[in-house]
């Protein structure tokens, strides 16, 4: 997607952007200091800078090629930055080892995302523990590949 030429902003967070750092020298090959060994990269574009944004996220698929992310930011009060993003924009680029993609992404509720949620549970157990601790319910995307 032409958006995604867009010029790369690194996060003002300085361990967020060493992790991108890290995912890009090593394709993803070396644990992530945040999210462990199963880990992806985000991309999403900032809705007032038009700016690509890149983010380190737990690694959730199907293996039919489709994605989940999740917007916990560890159970935090408030939604990640990127959710906004993916919220206005609806695609996103993902890096999953060394293959770089375009989605298309959409919010889901109800089963679908008991489904999703299951399936992140079982990479990262601390998803559970980041819904009791916060009030907001922790939005989840699947990212379908772009046609």
Known sequence: ???FEAEYEPSSWEVIAQEVERYERTN????????????????????????????????VADGEGRYAVIGSQGGAPTNPHWVHNIRANHVARLQDGDVLLD?????????????????????????????????RTIPLFVLEPAS
């Not at 644990?31 to 992806?40: A, E, M, R």
């Not at 574009?45 to 038009?50: D, R």
């Not at 298309?104 to 998803?127: C, I, L, M, N, Y």
């Open 1 to 3: 997607m032409a958006a």
């Open 28 to 59: 993803g090959a070396e644990p992530s200091d945040l999210v462990g060994k199963n880990w992806i990269i985000l991309w999403t574009l900032g809705v007032k800078s038009a700016k690509v944004r890149k983010t380190p996220l737990v690694r």
């Open 103 to 135: 989605y298309s992404v959409r919010e889901v509720q109800g089963d679908e995302k008991a489904t999703w949620w299951g399936r992140a549970v079982e990479v990262w157990p601390d998803f559970d523990k980041y819904q009791a601790a916060t009030e």
